[in-house]
């Protein structure tokens, strides 16, 4: 019965398929009875091993022993270690280079174990071959447990590192059994991922090329990561995990984030996010100048992809801003490959109850440039009743003709100010309708200086280098209001300033038309006024002439002056008739 073996400064030569290693072998295996211990170390060839064992059974055979072991390994090449990677019955191997220090303790089938370990160039394989993961860098501390073929790693200051980017878990747990994984991590920086997993299995090309311009930053927290089969992680893994402030960039004109937090679950080609955020910013960089600023968001995001695009979409989301509550529905399309009309989005958001002066936050700056800037000024004051926006199709800012853009504004007790050089109108609710650039707008109430307008319309018409302005209203009241539009307005110019020494008194009706380019600089109206007298004091004041109980209608026109002008009255108690006749 041999009770010791030594071996001292032995030579031992390993082959392995296409490869040989030279070690030097100082080795030492006592026995007293079933114990047995085993200290020494084997060195060469780029591999030092150094090991204590002692326990019961035999300690080359992990499976069928019992007892403590320690093991100090520095490798240059850790895939020369198949053979304990296979009788450890793991589903993944270990290649690269790396020093680790391993205590084990075994009884009964069941493993405790200790390790830490600083790999460089590792290569972490799938023992099938079907996919591997390239880190510059692997490093971690952590407890090993087995318990038959279910073993797990809980990790302390676990590091992973690739191109630069750097993967800090500071504490993480790994399981796995027979071919399935499952990591669980209680923080995980965003901002590692686009090179991470770019070497993933199952991520698009697509996906892996704009992660890195997506930049994505913030944290996952009460992370779980799920690979039911290794062999085709593609096909079976899952991730979820407590979304905190996550900031993308705009990518192909899809929409930059900033603040986004709630709960993830992610899938093979689909995923959902529980949308549950503080202060909030939506940026689209081809649309707006400013991003669209928020207080606080919720609702339900949809996410799904394949080989050709990634789609993104939502059920009623809320929003809290400046503005009030905001409620929108979305959907974005981003192809992978360039096309024609690039990222599409439908997006349909709804506002109430508001100030009129937050309907600029929603008016896109893809909108014709003289258009653009009459709805920014226009509406200087008011209640905004209720608000929508609708905007379907491409992002791409030049392709007007594969998109919809649509504005509607309601809005109570407002003032509009549609050309500097006009008065503005007061007491205003009105409806304004923009669809692709044409201009609706109609009001039930309004008035233009001390005079009321009813069934009051605007049309703003785009047209190239400018937009034209239609303006038609009836209008009533008493004859100094007229009087006031006559010589308080640009009607006093366009009259040579008839009636500026003029007094009204009476009540008047009738209709008003103005068409004015808008445009830099201003330019030249055609304007059309109807006035009809009934009962009207008139005179002028240079001349000291009265005229009573004057009738009949007074019509100016940009193009036929008074032409068409029928007034009758009494002057000193004698009837008079002024008319223009019909140019």
Known sequence: RVERVSLLDNALTLSGVGA??????????TRAGNARLLQGQLAGDGLRLAVHADGVGNPLRPLSWSGD????????????????????????????????????????????????????????????????????????????????????????????????????????????WGSALRLRASELALDSLPTLLAAAPGIPQGLRDALPILAPRGRLER?????????????????????IELSVESWRGAP??????????????????????????????????EP???????????????REALRIDSNLIHTRGPEGDVRA????????????????????????????????????????????GWLESSIEAGTLNTAGFIWRGSLKKEKTAHRTVQLFVDVQDARLSFDPAWPALTDLDATVLVNDGLTRGAASRARILDAQLDELSVRVVPAPGEALLSVRSKLRGDATDGHR?????????????????????????????????????GARAEIDLALVLDGVSAGVTALALPVEDVRGSLLYSSKRGFAGSELQGQLWSHGINATAPQS
């Open 223 to 243: 992370v779980e990561l799920r690979l039911d089969d290794l062999g085709a992680p593609a096909e079976s893994w899952s991730l979820r995990g407590l979304l």
């Open 20 to 29: 040989r290693r030279s070690l030097r072998a100082d080795l030492s295996l």
């Open 69 to 176: 072991v320690f093991l100090d390994i520095a490798s240059a090449e850790l895939g020369d270690l198949s053979a304990l990677w296979k009788s450890l019955d793991w589903p993944f191997s270990l290649s690269g280079s790396a020093r680790a220090q391993f205590w084990l303790s075994r009884s009964a089938g069941d493993s405790q174990a200790r390790l830490r370990m600083n790999g460089a160039d590792v290569q972490v394989t799938e023992r099938g071959g079907a996919w591997s993961l390239p880190l510059d860098v692997l490093a971690f501390e952590a407890g090993l447990t087995q318990r038959r073929n279910h073993w797990a790693l809980i990790a302390e200051d676990f590091r992973a590192e690739r191109e630069g980017q750097v993967l800090d878990l500071p504490r993480a747990q790994f399981e796995w």
């Open 292 to 306: 669209l600023r928020y207080e606080a968001a919720w609702g339900d995001i949809g996410l799904s992809w394949d």
């Open 485 to 521: 539009l006559l010589v308080d307005s640009p009607l006093a110019d366009y009259t040579r300033n008839t009636f500026a020494d003029w007094t009204m008194a009476g009540d008047i009706a009738g209709n008003f038309a103005l068409d004015l380019p808008i445009r830099r600089g």
């Open 329 to 372: 529905l979305f959907a974005v399309d981003v192809p992978f490959q360039p096309t024609v009309t690039g990222v599409q989005m439908d997006l349909l958001a709804g506002l109430a109850n508001s100030d009129a002066r937050y309907r600029s936050k929603y008016i896109p700056r893809v909108l014709p440039p003289g258009l653009l």
């Open 256 to 289: 930059a984030l900033t603040g986004v937090s709630g709960y993830l679950e992610l899938a093979p080609g689909e995923g959902q996010v529980q949308l549950d955020a503080g202060p909030f910013v939506l940026g689209f960089p081809r649309i707006y100048d």
